[in-house]
Structures are given as structure tokens and as C-alpha cells.
């Protein structure tokens, strides 16, 4: 603790009390802050504006608590409306190259605070059990047969996702060129083809594949794959498919029930409009 005459002298000279002061009061929290938060970085950098008062670049002027001890005259971020919390953060974070730099699409139109993921004194959680709290839907198809090794530990949420939001919808991560995500580890899929396949290039891999879990081995929408390609091409005579004879793929017979068969270069091809090859 400091004397009370250098406490005194603390509050009328400055507008921040300073971390020292902070520290006084609060030395777990703020022994674990600059031992192992990455914010640290704001006690010792000059540049940054918040050298020796870091806590106060996120909770305000700590002058008035720390003369009375009263919580309501400091700032807690988990107690601010959302717009006053996330001004908190951007006031750092904005404006960066990087999509941490913005909140947009689902998480921001439910406005939800910064605060809602992230901790900054506690440790924060993994992502699937962070996005799992309130994402159950998609936490449950994780328990399908077929699925991205998430609850393995293989991958997490945001290797395919962004929080924050992206040019995608569903916030899905970008590669290779703003292309989906996918293609980062399904890279022999990638294109451009001479034939596509169009829903590939018009509703993405997510018109074909359940990402999250799938009851059928290629986490194919739908228990097989007849039952998916007919959803499009049932009927049609160019294609010359269909279930009712006199249908040329009769799918009554085994050897027409697995389109994919002969019409194996389905994401795309260069030699074959049908995709056979």
C-alpha cells in the first residue's frame, strides 16, 4: 500500500490513478494481468498512451474509486450497454486490417457485446464450448456419425468461422482469394472448371454438404446420394432422370442409385459436360 500522503498526492495530480494504485486493492487481478494478458502490453509501451495506467484504458479514470471505494465510479465493461462496450474496445481495436477490427452480420445485428465472448481477466473458454452455449443446433450435429472433428480437438469454430463477421454469409472464413473457407484444406476442389457443377458456384459448398455432422459419410444434406441429385434433377429430360419409368436412370435399379458412379467429377470438370470425368 502506498503512504497516504503519496495517495493524496496521486489523486490531485493526475486524472488516472495509475496501475500502482489499482494494484493496491486488486493485486491477484493485477498480478495475473501483467503476468499473462496480452493487454500487458499496454503498461510498459509508450506509444500506446496507457503506460503505467493500463487498467484504466478499459475501465476509465479509476481517481474517484479509488478515493471512495465505490463501484459504481469505476468502469465495468460487463455492465455497459452494448454500444458503450464495444466503443470500449474499438477504441483500440477498430479501424484494423483485420476482421477483429469490426463487428458485423449475426452477432452484430443481436447486438452483442464484445464482453459476450471474451474475457480479459478470466481464461477464456474453448471456442466450441464458447459457441456452443448459445449455437445448440449446431453443437448437437457434432454428435451425428459423420462430422469435422471439432469435438476432438482437431479443429475449432473459427477455423471455418469468423465472430466478428465476413464478406460470406454465416460469417464463413475466406481462402485462396475470397473464395469459402473450405477450400483451405479441400483445396482439390477448387476451381475454376471448364463444365461446374452450377450449385458449387452459386450456393457454395453448403448446398450439397452439412458441415456440422451428416448421417451419410461424404456429409451429403441427405441420407444418400440419389436422394440428393434427384432434389434437382428428378423429371428433367435433358438429364434423362427420374423414378417413374420409363425413366433412363431408373433408380428401381441398383446400378443407377449411386449418381456419382459415372458422374464422378461433380464439384467440376475440364473434359466432360456431364461430368463423367
Not at 434437382?232 to 449418381?259: E, S
Request: aromatic share 4%.
Amino acid at each position: 500500500m502506498l503512504p497516504l500522503f503519496l495517495f493524496a498526492a496521486a489523486l490531485f495530480a493526475q486524472d488516472y490513478a495509475g496501475t500502482e494504485m489499482c494494484q493496491g486493492c486488486h493485486e491477484d487481478i493485477a498480478k495475473a494481468f501483467l503476468k499473462s494478458n496480452p493487454h500487458a502490453v499496454l503498461e510498459t509501451n509508450k506509444r500506446r498512451g496507457w503506460e503505467t495506467k493500463s487498467c484504466e484504458a478499459c475501465h476509465g479514470s479509476g481517481v474517484k474509486h479509488a478515493e471512495s471505494a465505490e463501484a459504481a465510479l469505476i468502469r465495468n465493461p460487463r455492465k455497459l450497454s452494448t454500444a458503450e462496450t464495444d466503443k470500449t474496445c474499438m477504441a483500440c481495436h477498430g479501424n484494423q486490417q483485420t476482421h477483429s477490427g469490426r463487428v458485423v452480420t449475426g452477432h452484430a445485428r443481436q447486438q452483442m457485446a464484445c464482453t459476450s465472448c471474451h474475457s480479459i481477466h478470466a481464461k477464456a473458454p474453448e471456442p466450441k464450448s464458447q459457441c456452443g452455449s448459445c449455437h445448440l443446433g449446431e453443437k448437437v450435429s457434432f454428435a451425428k456419425p459423420h462430422a469435422h472433428p471439432v469435438p476432438q480437438g482437431a479443429m475449432s469454430c473459427t477455423d471455418c468461422h469468423s465472430p466478428h463477421g465476413t464478406v460470406l454469409s454465416k460469417a464463413l472464413n475466406t481462402a485462396i482469394g475470397n473464395e469459402p473457407g473450405c477450400l483451405r484444406c479441400h483445396g482439390d476442389k477448387r476451381g475454376p472448371f471448364t463444365f461446374e457443377h452450377a450449385p458449387v458456384r452459386l450456393d457454395g459448398c453448403g448446398s450439397c454438404h452439412e458441415p456440422h455432422g451428416s448421417a451419410n459419410p461424404r456429409m451429403l444434406t441427405r441420407p444418400s446420394v440419389s436422394q440428393l441429385c434427384l432434389e434437382c434433377h428428378a423429371g428433367t429430360f435433358t438429364a434423362g432422370l427420374g423414378g417413374v419409368p420409363p425413366a433412363f436412370h431408373d433408380i428401381r435399379t441398383a446400378r443407377y442409385r449411386n449418381c456419382t458412379t459415372c458422374h464422378m467429377k461433380i464439384h467440376g470438370s475440364h473434359v466432360s459436360k456431364a461430368l463423367l470425368r
